[in-house]
C-alpha cells in the first residue's frame, strides 16, 4: 500500500508533522479498514484504507480535515469512545490500471466495511485532482464549479458523486504541510530565491515560504463529501 500511495500523492504530502504523530496507531489498530484489490493473478492493482470516528451527522461538526479526523480517531480509541463513521483517507489506482473503474470498486469496497461494521455513516476529505490547475481559486468556490451535465468539473469528486456521493462542505485546511526551504526544494524541484507564495507541481494551494525563518507553509485544501 506506501508503495501504491507514494505513486499516486506529491511527495510533499507525508509533510504533515501533526498527521505524523498519530499514523503508527493508526496503522497498529485500524489495520482491518486498509484493503488492497489484487488481479487474477494476485498483482495489486489499487488500495485504500478508512479511519473510525464517532460524528453526530451535522455539518458544523465534522472534523476540519483529513488531519483532525485521525486525531479524532486514535483520541477516541484512547477514550473508548465507540465509533459510528468511517472516514475515507485514500484510494489509489495503479497508473497502469487507471481508467477501468478501479477506483470505484474501492470506494464500494470500503464502504461495505462499514457496512460490515454497522457502521450508518461514510464520509471522505476528497482532494480534488483538477484543483492543482486553479491553485489560486477558493476551494469554497472551485467545489461548486460543474460541467453541462451538472456533474462536478473535478474527476475526482465525480468519482464520488456516481457511487451517490454528496458534497458536504469545504475542508480549506484540511492538512498543513510545513519543511525547510531546502526540503521544499527537493520535494518540488524547483527553487525559491524570495520570500513568498508560489505555485508548485500538484498543489491545490499556494506555498508560503519565509526565507529569514527558513520554512515554508503549504495548507491542503480538501472537500468533504458523504456516502451514506
Known amino acids: 500500500m506506501q508503495e501504491l500511495f507514494s505513486e499516486g500523492f506529491p511527495e510533499f ?3 504533515d508533522r501533526l498527521a505524523k504523530q498519530y499514523i ?3 496503522r497498529e489498530w485500524f489495520a482491518d479498514l486498509d484493503l488492497m484489490l489484487v488481479d487474477d493473478r494476485g498483482v495489486p492493482v489499487a488500495a485504500g484504507w478508512g479511519i473510525p470516528i464517532r460524528w453526530d451527522g451535522r455539518t458544523e ?3 476540519t480535515g483529513y488531519t483532525q479526523a485521525t486525531i479524532r480517531a486514535v483520541e477516541g480509541r484512547e477514550q473508548g469512545i465507540e465509533p459510528d ?3 475515507i483517507c485514500g484510494a489509489i489506482v495503479t497508473p497502469s490500471r487507471k481508467g477501468r473503474g478501479l477506483a470505484g470498486e474501492t470506494l464500494k469496497a470500503l464502504r461495505q466495511l462499514a457496512e460490515d461494521a454497522g457502521w450508518p455513516r461514510v464520509i471522505a476529505p476528497v482532494r480534488p485532482t483538477l484543483k492543482a490547475r486553479y ?3 477558493s476551494i469554497d468556490a472551485f467545489m461548486r464549479w460543474t460541467r453541462e451535465d451538472g456533474m462536478a468539473l473535478d474527476p475526482w469528486i465525480r468519482t464520488h458523486q456516481r457511487l451517490g456521493a454528496r458534497v458536504l462542505a469545504a475542508a480549506p485546511e484540511s492538512q498543513t504541510m510545513t519543511g525547510t526551504i531546502a526540503e ?3 520535494w518540488t524541484g524547483m527553487v525559491f530565491p524570495e520570500t513568498g507564495g508560489y505555485v508548485i507541481p500538484k498543489g491545490l494551494s499556494l506555498l508560503q515560504l519565509d526565507r529569514s525563518a527558513d520554512l515554508g507553509t503549504y ?3 480538501n472537500v468533504w463529501m458523504q456516502h451514506v
Do not use: D
Request: hydrophobic letters at 45%; a neutral charge.
Open 219 to 221: 495548507v491542503e485544501p
Open 61 to 63: 461538526t465534522l472534523p
Open 24 to 26: 503508527g496507531r493508526i
Open 184 to 186: 521544499w526544494e527537493r
Open 85 to 87: 463513521t468511517l472516514v
Open 13 to 15: 504530502i507525508s509533510a
Open 135 to 137: 491553485p489560486l481559486t
